[in-house]
């Protein structure tokens, strides 16, 4: 993560060219990077997809989607710098012949010796097309020296359960090397997120109090307006715990709570989220039902606002299974089995059709002892840290003081905002692209990271299903998040 060495000329291959994720986040991406000058000028991107188009057509699409995608606007003259680069193959993934293509053009002699692969497909596809490029001479082991390097990026969903996501990693090991392989979390890649470990390593305000003698419980949540809508098909079959708690929520989990690590060198930094994984303490079934909720929306409207646009029930969602019992929300409890946190609760919620759309981590700091002072209404003192991913990522603090000419304590706040910063905020995609081409994986997941994951959901997922499980709570679409006991509202 503290890397700044200089950029890295790749040939950068995309697989699902023409879906929705190639272009309302890779190509725009790519273009930003371009643009803000971190895309080395001898970058070529290969573009793949089904589609019968030429390459001017091809970029004549992803020239209007990066225009409307474009985080940081559209420059006319950045865009024809970055299109010159860019070509496009048709092909279908089960074709051999396609491999064999594009092998002869990364080893032309053109291309750079670093090639990644973006496998912005479904996870069915990862195999196959991991698979071609073996067979093509163009995986891992065609790379002989250390000039060249061939990585693959991997999308969401990473399997739908434990069972599932090692056969998908023992299919990718026949044909990569896990260094190789850069399973992407696009949490990861917010600013915000990736501060939270220069925040809670690099002040000495902050990091002897990040631990159990100091800290109540700490909150994490990512909240959504939004519901399910045309994601029906998909997210019948995952859920909320699936879908959003596995990989975000366990994600913050882990950069919350992992202890420092030796170096700032990847592998150390996924060393130590693998022992946050490895202290959540084995919970019996009855365990993870006291400590968990699971709720679908019914009809509503979007943000809870007279206004707002009407939400169906989920059951009436588009492609959603009659009498279907998925989540749309989940709430969990935990605390991890280790001297830094023992007996420190972590609150993981997230769902969608809420009243807000937030993603924060909040750790409570314990009150003062005693009774010398009190909030009015006599609340106890107490600090506050929110780390917001989003909106309006930054850090906010609350403390207490005196209110002037009165013998009393009014909360205040210190605020670090990154929308009052003039920095330059890159977009996620554009920090893990940029991250990958560099070979830093610090930002991806490991596969013993994702496998542990998934452990802790087959349970709570197992205990949901058994006899004595709590049946669904329903909520009205934008309504606020249900809470588990111990939430701050």
């Known amino acids: 993560m503290a890397r700044d060495e200089a950029q890295v000329a790749a040939a950068f291959v995309i697989f699902g060219a023409t879906g929705d994720l190639a272009a309302r986040k890779i190509l725009p991406a790519l273009y930003n ?28 699409a992803m020239a209007e989607s990066t225009r409307r995608f474009s985080h940081s606007g559209f420059d006319e003259k950045a865009w024809e710098g970055l299109a010159g680069r860019v070509e496009y193959l048709v092909g279908d993934l089960g074709d051999e012949g ?21 496998l912005a497909v479904g996870p069915d596809q990862f195999p196959r097309i991991a698979s071609g490029l073996a067979k093509a001479g163009i995986g891992t082991a065609s790379c002989h020296d250390e000039a060249c390097a061939t990585r693959l990026i991997v999308e969401k969903p990473y399997g739908s359960d434990l069972a599932s996501a090692r056969a998908l990693t023992e299919e990718l090991h026949r044909s990569f090397d896990e260094r190789d392989i850069f399973r992407i979390d696009h949490y990861l890649g917010k600013e915000t997120v990736q501060n939270l470990l220069y925040f809670r390593f690099a002040n000495s305000v ?36 699936r879908d959003m708690l596995q990989n975000h929520l366990i994600q913050l989990l882990c950069l919350t709570a992992m202890e420092p690590p030796i170096s700032m060198d990847p592998e150390a930094i996924r060393d130590e989220k693998v022992k946050v994984l490895s202290a959540l303490p084995r919970y019996a079934t009855e365990e993870l039902r006291a400590g968990s909720l699971r709720g679908r929306y019914v009809a509503g409207r979007e943000g809870g606002r007279p206004e707002g646009a009407p939400i169906p029930d989920y059951l009436a969602e588009p492609k959603v299974a009659p009498g279907s019992t998925t989540e749309t929300f989940v709430a969990l409890r935990l605390e991890l089995d280790n001297w830094r946190f023992a007996g420190v609760p972590f609150l993981l919620r997230t769902g969608k059709a809420l009243d807000r759309q937030q993603s924060e981590i909040r750790i409570h700091f314990r009150p003062t002892p005693g009774s010398l002072f009190s909030l009015p209404g006599g609340g106890p003192l107490s600090n506050t840290l929110s780390i917001r991913i989003q909106p309006d990522e930054g850090l906010f603090f609350s403390f207490n003081a005196k209110v002037p000419g009165q013998a009393r304590i009014q909360p205040h706040e210190l605020r670090f905002s990154y929308s009052e910063s003039e920095a330059y905020i890159p977009e996620a995609y554009e920090r893990l692209i940029d991250d990958a081409i560099a070979g830093d994986s610090t930002l991806f997941i490991r596969a013993d990271e994702t496998e542990a994951a998934w452990g802790l959901v087959d349970r709570l997922e197992e205990a949901w299903r058994g006899g004595g499980a709590r049946p669904l709570l329903e909520y009205a679409a934008g309504s606020p998040p249900p809470e588990l006991p111990g939430w701050s509202s």
Do not use: K, Q
């Open 33 to 60: 990077l371009a643009r803000g000058g971190r895309l080395h000028p001898a970058t070529r991107i290969l573009a793949v997809g089904r589609r019968e188009l030429s390459s001017a057509d091809y970029r004549a």
């Open 98 to 118: 396609l491999y064999v293509r594009l092998a002869a053009l990364l080893c032309g002699g053109a291309m750079p010796a670093v090639r990644l692969f973006y």
């Open 206 to 241: 902050f990091e002897p109090l990040w631990n159990r003698n100091y800290i109540e419980r700490v909150e994490i949540e990512v909240l959504e307006t939004v519901a399910v809508g045309a994601r029906g098909g998909y997210y019948d079959g995952a859920g909320a715990a």
